[in-house]
């Protein structure tokens, strides 16, 4: 990103914000994943941040995971300054030690004056990062499949063949599938995680998807729901929020998305431990994690902002296309990415066991 020009004004009125004026070598490397996220990230955080700051922000792309800063911070050679993780990596991250702490305190509080800690939705302040944007499995309908008769509405829809007959595209994991089974079998949700951790809640989630198994059609990326859905492939399928939002807004497809028991995942910034910028860096976290940036960041792609203050700042148009819109948050699970970090190996194993048989 080419070098905003600041005033010398603007550059004391930024000082005082940010703490001190930027010096005119101050740089930044954030990192991310590239096409409309990094574009709606550039957008909404990077050019204001920039031109309150005078910082100049160098985007690089990346593919996830925490490879490569590893092996940045486990040879002493850290040049990524921020990084766009999901939350699964910033929970492990955290705890290998590969992550700068972050105190909360330094928050700003949201533009109608909540604190930050009651502004943010549950789990979005991580002791390492700050979450800012929620992307979700939502369950997804081609309505042309039910014309003339009743819709699907709600998430035992989905185990419903007799009402809403047709095959089904579901992502090829146990995360999700077996939360929506348990909570689809009347499971409460703030239940499930402790019955999967019993014998007899695993058996009661994947007979469950017994009931289905074999009407289903399992997806590997994120391309396929909306491909098997526009295809007539399938009827219904829990699809990625943002890939539906693009199919209906940008190609007029029949979809509609039931947020019921939407499967929530956050992401957000986290700071590489060694970091040779970290007091620029926890600025920048600063900035835009604020009402307004994560508002407008919503202008941009479809994922919704992790605070509650944000919604007041999007028009209604857009807000009814985000997994955090109140009304489609009502009823939101979000995933327990440390609960998953202690039991993926083995409910994979048994997922693709009962896979096979």
């Not at 928050?107 to 009651?118: H, N, S």
Request: glycine share 8%.
């Amino acid at each position: 990103m080419s070098r905003m020009t600041i005033a010398p004004l603007t550059l004391l009125v930024s000082g005082m914000l940010f703490g001190t004026a930027a010096n005119a070598e101050d740089k930044l490397t954030v990192v991310s994943w590239g096409g409309a996220f990094t574009k709606s990230q550039v957008e909404a955080y990077h050019k204001p941040f920039t031109a309150e700051s005078g910082v100049e922000l160098i985007s690089e792309d990346f593919s996830g995971g925490l490879a490569e800063i590893k092996a940045q911070v486990e040879a002493n050679k850290v040049r990524w300054d921020l990084v766009s993780l999901d939350k699964p990596d910033i929970v492990r991250g955290c705890a290998e030690g590969l992550l700068e702490p972050l105190d909360p305190s330094i928050l700003p509080a949201g533009a109608d004056g909540t604190p930050a800690k009651d502004d943010f939705i549950d789990g979005a302040i991580h002791e390492c990062a700050v979450n800012t944007i929620v992307v979700s499995t939502v369950l997804t309908v081609n309505d042309d499949a039910f014309k003339g008769k009743t819709q699907p509405s709600k998430l035992v829809d989905l185990f419903d063949l007799e009402a809403f007959p047709g095959r089904r595209a579901l992502q090829k994991m146990p995360q999700g599938n077996l939360e929506w089974a348990l909570i689809a079998d009347g499971v409460k949700p703030e239940q499930v995680y402790d019955m999967l951790e019993t014998t007899e809640g695993r058996h009661r989630a994947f007979e469950k998807l017994d009931t289905i198994k074999s009407q289903v059609i399992w997806w590997t990326t994120g391309a396929q729901p909306p491909q098997m859905l526009a295809d007539k492939e399938v009827v219904m399928a829990s699809a990625f929020n943002g890939r539906i939002h693009s199919a209906t807004t940008e190609e007029g497809q029949p979809f509609r998305i039931i947020w019921d028991y939407q499967l929530g995942y956050m992401n957000g910034w986290a700071i590489p431990k060694g970091s040779p910028n970290t007091k620029l860096a926890l600025d920048f976290i600063k900035f835009s994690s604020g009402t307004k940036p994560l508002a407008d960041q919503a202008k941009y792609v479809a994922y919704g902002p992790t605070r509650k203050s944000s919604s007041a700042q999007i028009s209604p148009r857009i807000l009814a296309s985000l997994p955090t819109a109140p009304n489609n948050f009502k009823t939101a699970f979000l995933i327990d990415d440390a609960w998953w970090s202690d039991y993926a190996d083995e409910l994979n194993e048994e997922f693709n066991t009962w896979l096979l048989n």
